[in-house]
């Protein structure tokens, strides 16, 4: 039997034969059992008003962690380009090298909804070829999948859904088009404003489940938000958006270089793995780990 999931008001219940109650799921803070989040979940809690977070997730270990802290959906993001092999941009990332991350974050991850990338070049050319690729993913372990673009690629997301895909949108900056929009610059302002509403209403008339909105002005966020029916998901777009998205490295401080002026540090984890590690070497040098007690008779 499938899993039901049907978020509803307090109180509700979900009783053992399913004749009657009705499975609850908030995003925080519910007594009710938490089951998977899944895509009309998120259109339900736009609806009642309740925002909610994403993270990016690129191992088993946060994957874990985001999840038992009620982490509605996890992104395995094309920026684990940076995050994980170094590279320099997004750019650079195959398929080939997200499949093994959307694997661990899908096993271990109970609740959260998982949604992969499609990395640069892997979606693009043809709704044909971005078909193949989402499908790679989603046997894998994803549920949805990401792609960048509006209007132009509205027969791509239309091929995914059709196919029983789940597709989130990404509009404003788009870091796959970093070269085409001159850099890191923020979108949406001025007359840009309405060519990014006409993108966010054709990718939810094509079956898009939410758009994430990254680097956009705060204004345009809140039209679009306004305007559509499906959640748009922010990063740097202000706090009129549905829910917010952060790279988890950023979030917790893992990465303790120059972060981006939307970025708001939750942890300094970097800082102490930083000691961590040097308190274990001094130890090892000093002769003081390890001794007996870690040790076979």
């Known amino acids: 039997m ?3 999931n049907t978020p509803s008001a307090a109180g509700a219940h979900t009783t053992n034969n399913g004749a009657a109650g009705t499975e609850t799921s908030a995003p925080y803070g519910s007594t009710a059992p938490r089951r998977r989040t899944r895509i009309h979940h998120l259109r339900e809690y736009k609806r009642r008003g309740e925002a909610w977070a994403m993270l990016t997730s690129y191992d088993t270990y946060t994957a874990r962690i985001f999840d038992q802290a009620g982490i509605p959906v996890l992104l395995v993001g ?19 090298e997200l499949l ?25 050319a043809s709704p044909e070829q971005a ?16 792609l960048e673009g509006g209007r132009r690629y509205a027969d791509h997301v239309e091929a995914l859904v059709a196919a029983g895909i789940p597709v989130m949108g990404h509009l404003g900056f788009t870091p796959q088009s970093e070269h085409g929009l001159g850099g890191y610059r923020v979108q949406g302002r001025g007359d840009q404003a309405e ?19 990254e680097m956009v002005s705060s204004d345009a966020a809140k039209r679009v938000t306004g305007e559509l029916e499906i959640p748009t998901v922010g990063i740097g777009a202000g706090p ?11 979030m917790a401080g893992l990465n303790t270089g120059q972060t ?21 070497a001094s130890e090892v040098r000093d002769g003081q780990f390890p001794t007996s007690e870690h040790g076979f008779d």
């Not at 093994?100 to 693009?124: C, I, K, M, T, W």
């Not at 009129?240 to 950023?250: G, I, K, R, S």
């Not at 939750?266 to 102490?272: F, H, I, L, R």
């Open 260 to 280: 981006p002026r939307f970025v708001k540090r939750y942890a300094e984890v970097g800082n102490e793995l930083a000691r961590a590690a040097s308190e274990f």
């Open 100 to 124: 093994p991350l959307v694997r661990a974050v899908a096993g271990a991850a109970e609740h959260s909804l998982v949604v992969a990338d499609l990395p640069f070049g892997s979606y693009q």
């Open 131 to 146: 078909l193949h690729t989402a499908v790679r993913f989603m046997k894998a372990g994803a549920h949805a999948v990401k």
């Open 240 to 250: 009129e958006c549905d829910a917010q998205v952060l790279v988890w490295t950023d």
């Open 195 to 213: 060519n990014l509403l006409a993108d966010a209403r054709t990718l939810q008339e094509v079956g898009a489940f939410a758009v994430v909105l």
């Open 78 to 96: 094309d920026s684990a380009a940076n995050n994980v092999y170094g590279y320099e941009s997004s750019l650079p990332i195959t398929v080939d």
């Open 2 to 4: 499938s899993e039901q």
